[in-house]
Structures are given as structure tokens and as C-alpha cells.
């Protein structure tokens, strides 16, 4: 089994700074990609950010800037910095990571729990 691991949310008043921390654990062998997703009260669910096993990134236009994903792949572990919040950045963080199971030729995805991002004004 694998599974994802997330910390880091909280509430902050805007201007403010998170960091979010996502862990892969178990039967994993080859993480193709990482990233985070994000679901507001009446909204779809939506890519923040992603970065991939040699590292390009990719972001959502309205956390460009203020935001910035990374990663520690001897840890399986992507981070996501979140500077100069917005209370429109309020939401669920989901992580997500692609990736190929111990013996298998098969990718899949897996997602986090879920922490919540409250930004007040």
C-alpha cells in the first residue's frame, strides 16, 4: 500500500505564509510527479502546483508568484511555500503524486487526506 502523508495547514491572516509538506510511504518505488490541488467550498477541484521527478514545475496562473513547489525526492516529500496569502487561496489541499508500486509496470495516482487553508482578511 502507499500513502500520502499531509502537514502544514492552518489559519493566517492575509499577507501571511504556509508551508505545506506531503510524504509518500510504503511500497513505493519510482514517483513520476508530484502536486497540489486545491477545493473551495462550491468550486472544482483544481491543480495549484505540480513538479516532476527532474524537476520542472508547473502552476496555476493565480499562485504564480507567490507560491513555489519543491522537492526532497531521498525523502519522497514535495512542499509547497505559500507567500503573500490571499482569502481567496481558502481551501483544501489535496497531494497528489503519480507514481509505480514495488514490481509494478502499472503508474498510478495517489492522494493525501486533505488540510485545510483558512486565510482571513
Known amino acids: 500500500q502507499v500513502q500520502l502523508v499531509e502537514s502544514g495547514g492552518g489559519l493566517v491572516q492575509a499577507g501571511g505564509s504556509l508551508r505545506l509538506s506531503c510524504a509518500a510511504s510504503?511500497?513505493?518505488?519510482?514517483?513520476?510527479?508530484m502536486g497540489w490541488y486545491r477545493q473551495a467550498p462550491g468550486k472544482q477541484r483544481a491543480l495549484v502546483a505540480a513538479i516532476s521527478n527532474i524537476g520542472n514545475t508547473n502552476y496555476a496562473n493565480s499562485v504564480k508568484g507567490r507560491f513555489t513547489i519543491s522537492r526532497d525526492n531521498a525523502k519522497n516529500t514535495v512542499y509547497l511555500q505559500m507567500n503573500s496569502l490571499k482569502p481567496e487561496d481558502t481551501a483544501v489541499y489535496y497531494c497528489n503524486a503519480n507514481l509505480f508500486e514495488e514490481k509494478s509496470r502499472l503508474a498510478s495516482d495517489y492522494w493525501g487526506q486533505g488540510t485545510q487553508v483558512t486565510v482571513s482578511s
Open positions: 510504503g511500497r513505493v518505488f519510482i514517483i513520476n510527479a
